[in-house]
């Protein structure tokens, strides 16, 4: 009995008011919006029957005609039209339909027109080798919950990369292949979804990021000398260097041989990349071409230099007794 008392209560006040039917809660930006309002008045009433979108406190009509209804007599005003830019003038935000006929007014539910997209993707593997093939997948869904049938851009401005695609129901694809020479770091992956309107501007778009990463590879080592001939009992500088795929210096632990003209290991040393080291000389190496050989995990590099000939003699006097000793590295010949 309560139900149904307060039914009828409910019953009395539409029967002498403007009833607008519930709406959408998200409206997207180029959304159909199609509305009823039942208009019954109380008394007799001849007016325009006006109805408007308002939005942050600014009223857009949408609606207006002349109306005259006796005492008691309904009348249902059907609107539908389309929230593109021509109809709200790219207002969006929280809105309400307002309706007045006479001396009735009535406000419809609180609704959202946005432009928004919610864009979320996934890029296919954590890291990457320069050179290699990169895979995204991803989806685009309007605020209104639809699915989006438009367009995606995906861009990697660190690497100069764009590329533009259409989406089918929501869904996107995007393959590309990283430049060879792509420096090693992380980098952000730009997706941007838009939809075009029916006047040829974008009416809704959405944007988000996700990290990729090209990891550095060694593409090449190098040995840098200080001089390409060295005196016997000097010291011969070296460096040894490593480049990645965007010829920048890799860090690294190298194994470093000094080679003698007769291709025999003399001397070995684990230095790093990047970092001066040197080889004493000796004054007893033989004259003629050496090498400095240098290994890096599976790279080589040899870098020549020439020993220089030394004539020399030591003395020593023990017991009335001199001696005398070649500690060149050539046969000694002269007083």
Do not use: H
């Amino acid at each position: 009995l309560l139900i149904l008392l307060v039914g009828l209560f409910l019953f009395d006040i539409a029967s002498a008011a403007v009833v607008i039917s519930p709406t959408n809660s998200v409206y997207n930006i180029g959304d159909n919006f199609d509305l009823a309002i039942s208009v019954k008045p109380a008394k007799d009433t001849k007016d325009f029957f006006v109805a408007a979108f308002v939005c942050q406190a600014r009223a857009i009509e949408i609606y207006r005609s002349p109306m005259s209804l006796v005492a008691g007599e309904e009348k249902i005003v059907t609107i539908s039209t389309t929230l593109d830019n021509f109809i709200i003038g790219g207002i969006n935000g929280d809105c309400f339909i307002r309706a007045d006929y006479g001396e009735e007014t009535a406000t419809g539910k609180a609704f959202t027109i946005t432009g928004n997209i919610d864009v979320t993707f996934d890029v296919e593997a954590v890291s990457y080798n320069p050179g290699s093939d990169v895979k995204i997948v991803g989806k685009a869904v309007k605020s209104n919950g639809q699915n989006l049938n438009g367009f995606i851009e995906i861009t990697i401005p660190e690497l100069s990369y764009s590329s533009t695609t259409s989406t089918e129901n929501g869904d996107f694809n995007v393959a590309f292949s990283l430049p060879a020479d792509a420096a090693a770091g992380s980098f952000q992956v730009q997706a941007r979804a838009y939809e075009i309107g029916s006047d040829g501007s974008v009416s809704n778009e959405g944007k988000n990021n996700a990290a990729l990463k090209i990891n550095q590879v060694m593409k090449k080592i190098e040995v840098a000398l200080d001089s390409e001939s060295v005196k016997p009992e000097d010291k011969l500088n070296y460096n040894v260097v490593a480049y990645d795929q965007s010829g920048q210096n890799i860090v690294a632990d190298a194994s470093v041989s000094l080679i003698s003209t007769s291709g025999e290991e003399v001397e070995k040393k684990l230095v790093k990349t990047g970092e001066s080291a040197e080889f004493s000389i000796r004054s007893n190496y033989a004259p003629g071409s050496w090498q400095v050989y240098a290994k890096v995990d599976s790279m080589e590099s040899r870098r020549k230099f020439t020993v220089e000939e030394l004539e020399k003699v030591s003395f020593s006097l023990e017991d009335k007794t001199l001696t005398v000793t070649n500690i060149g590295n050539v046969p000694f010949s002269g007083p």
